[in-house]
């Protein structure tokens, strides 16, 4: 197994890797810096790593201060800190246990973040995360949804259902009637307000996966990005979509498609209700920071 320990005759520089997370080949998912031995570094300082390697999310392993965790991990957008997300959990748990961590339980590993313990599965190359509960769920407001709509480039009618689904970042998600109304969407690329959104629609039978995901979010200086690969979106749309009968797990998610990524997500459900989102890691680069 890989490893990204930092050069023993610098003791003060940082290892990091680079992490593909829910790839299906090398170079095909959603890539993560993860920073080792971070907790000397202040928040602006890891502010500060995360907009110079201008990933969609940078993170940093720290000791835990929860007894039942194995690691700490701090997560950084270009602009603001997440209490979590879903690509930097499973990155940063690949990250965790290449460099020779050794989780409590052979079974589990547990993951400290702002939103809490997270628990992980592991099976080869392939981790999972029980999806957290959501912090706001429940209808959009007619207001919120002309919005999108207008956002979109669509017509209200296009729109088979809305929720939120923020689980940390703040998604609101929306449902179109067909994956390829997912794929054909077009918005613009910056927006008069804040946007986390989420978009899905049904593969017919047969197809790639049960259904194409898109996500857009307000990058640090109001240009909208589309994100290649969203765990924390995929794991609150598993909720809503298992909760409202349209999907029964084990089933796969697509995203990236439409900017040439080919992420796959992997959702399964235990007796007790949890849902748990899975994908492929891969360590792609590793190396010292000064």
């Not at 290892?15 to 031995?37: K, R």
């Not at 919120?144 to 939120?164: G, M, N, P």
């Not at 970042?169 to 077009?186: F, T, Y």
């Not at 749309?237 to 797990?249: E, I």
Request: hydrophobic content about 40%.
């Amino acid at each position: 197994m890989a490893t990204f320990r930092a050069n023993s005759a610098d003791p003060a520089a940082k290892a990091y890797c680079l992490v593909d997370v829910f790839g299906t080949e090398p170079f095909s998912g959603n890539p993560l810096p993860v920073i080792a031995d971070a907790d000397d570094l202040a928040t602006e300082e890891m502010q500060r790593i995360t907009r110079w390697f201008g990933y969609s999310e940078t993170a940093f392993l720290l000791t835990p201060t929860d007894p039942a965790a194995d690691y700490r991990v701090r997560i950084f957008t270009l602009d603001r800190e997440l209490p979590f997300a879903g690509h930097p959990t499973l990155g940063s748990c690949h990250a965790w246990l290449a460099s020779g961590g050794l989780p409590r339980d052979s079974a589990t590993v547990v993951q400290q973040c702002g939103a809490g313990l997270v628990s992980l599965r592991r099976s080869g190359d392939t981790l999972a995360f029980a999806a957290p509960p959501l912090l706001r769920s429940g209808a959009v407001a007619e207001e919120d949804i002309t919005e999108i709509v207008d956002f979109l480039r669509i017509a209200r009618s296009d729109i088979v259902d809305a929720q939120w689904v923020d689980n940390g970042p703040g998604w609101v998600a929306v449902m179109l009637a067909s994956a390829d109304a997912v794929l054909a969407l077009e918005p613009p690329p910056t927006a008069p307000r804040r946007i986390e959104l989420g978009v899905v629609g049904p593969h017919a039978p047969g197809g790639p996966a049960a259904y194409e995901v898109r996500s857009f979010f307000s990058g640090q200086h109001g240009a909208i990005i589309e994100d290649p690969i969203t765990g924390s979106l995929n794991a609150s749309l598993a909720q809503w979509l298992t909760r409202s009968g349209r999907f029964t797990p084990p089933y796969t998610a697509r995203q990236g498609t439409a900017i040439g990524r080919n992420g796959r997500v992997s959702i399964d459900q235990d007796a007790d209700g949890t849902i748990w989102v899975g994908g492929r890691t891969l360590t792609i680069a590793s190396g010292k920071m000064a």
